[in-house]
């Protein structure tokens, strides 16, 4: 009998390290995937539909809406982006720990529905170096840096109620940290004490979902 | 300012290797301490009083007692074991993690006092695993090794309250895994956020005992 797949909800402010951090802790864990979101916005580059995102057209975005079909969904400079409920609930009876990469209003959304997950709050080690990380990306304009500040303000007040913060401060820190938390929640007893219980031949426990 | 320590309580049935796995970790977390107990019992070859346990009277060890100094006492074989209340809290104070190796009996009692901590149980693969280990111990005769699997088999069934469960199958994994969750721990919110809010500024959270 196989366990069931762990869900982590990964937020943090712009400039904390988000994806440098998902993507070392994907390819530290071969067997973790990434959630692929729905998207109203067009297909850039290289994208792959399925892979990148599920691209589909604003009557089916809004269709999915109006049933019921997305656990948080939001519209960004006029594009809509969302995340399926089946996708989540998929992964997690096919025994696959995915990673959704996502803002703190999003995951939000996921907490206030109880969904089984594991929340995960990437910060910078002080707003300075968020500056600094923010000022080195040379497109930006002082105001946008100014915006961005402010607007990880708002969301940094927002990581106490994660499971977890991980400070980016050093990467490979970081990285080791993330992956320890993975790792770990992989020990946690509602996952462990059914695969345990069928090995040794123990009772079902009382307060263990199976 | 400082975070407050974390209290890893561990318990395993003979022969699952708890004492390996525990020596191991404290080997990579320098800073990871082990729990010194209370003891009646006479100090052998190169023991060392306040490192190996507190070597006391029986009239002191009951005092202790009597005045509720301790979180979980037994007697074993004539001889008292207990942890100290204090011993729990200064550590917690001054910030440094420690493990308390401790049979399920003495963990249940912590249990019951809700005392910040987290519960770590490492099991066998198998029984018959757990059989080949005992039986290895050439010391010990038939009825023993069928008493301790016995025994085994009741701690087994209480695994289920446990914050984490380590299946001991390959010592590598099995070390590694345990090392995940004292690295994980670290990073919990109630632990970090305090931190993160000095850093930044932020205002302190309802949820979040300082």
Redesign the interface.
């Known amino acids: 009998m196989e366990r069931q797949g762990i869900l982590y909800v990964v937020s943090a402010p712009s400039g904390a390290g988000k994806t440098t951090l998902c993507d070392a802790v994907v390819d530290i864990y071969p067997s973790l995937g990434q959630s692929v979101s729905f998207t109203t916005r067009q297909r850039r580059g290289n994208e792959v539909d399925g892979v990148d995102y599920h691209f589909v057209s604003r009557e089916r975005f809004d269709a999915m809406v109006a049933g019921g079909e997305f656990v948080e969904w939001a519209e960004v400079h006029g594009n809509c982006y969302g995340t399926a409920l089946a996708t989540l609930r998929q992964a997690q009876q096919q025994g696959r720990d995915i990673l959704l990469d996502i803002d703190v209003q999003g995951a939000a959304q996921l907490k206030r529905q109880h969904l089984p997950a594991v929340f995960v709050?990437i910060?910078p080690?002080?707003?300075d170096e968020l500056r600094r990380r923010l000022a080195g990306r040379a497109t930006d304009s002082e105001d946008v840096i100014a915006a961005r500040l402010e607007n990880a303000?708002g969301e940094?007040?927002q990581?106490?109620?994660?499971?977890?913060?991980?400070?980016n401060d050093q990467l490979d820190a970081a990285v080791?940290?993330f992956?320890?938390?993975?790792?770990?929640?992989?020990?946690?007893?509602r996952l462990?004490?059914t695969?345990?219980r069928h090995?040794?031949?123990?009772?079902a426990?009382a307060?263990?979902q199976e």
């Open positions: 709050f910060a080690p002080s707003l303000r940094l007040e990581a106490h109620w994660y499971d977890y913060i991980i400070i080791a940290s992956a320890a938390v993975i790792a770990a929640e992989r020990c946690r007893t462990v004490y695969t345990l090995r040794l031949g123990l009772p426990a307060g263990i």
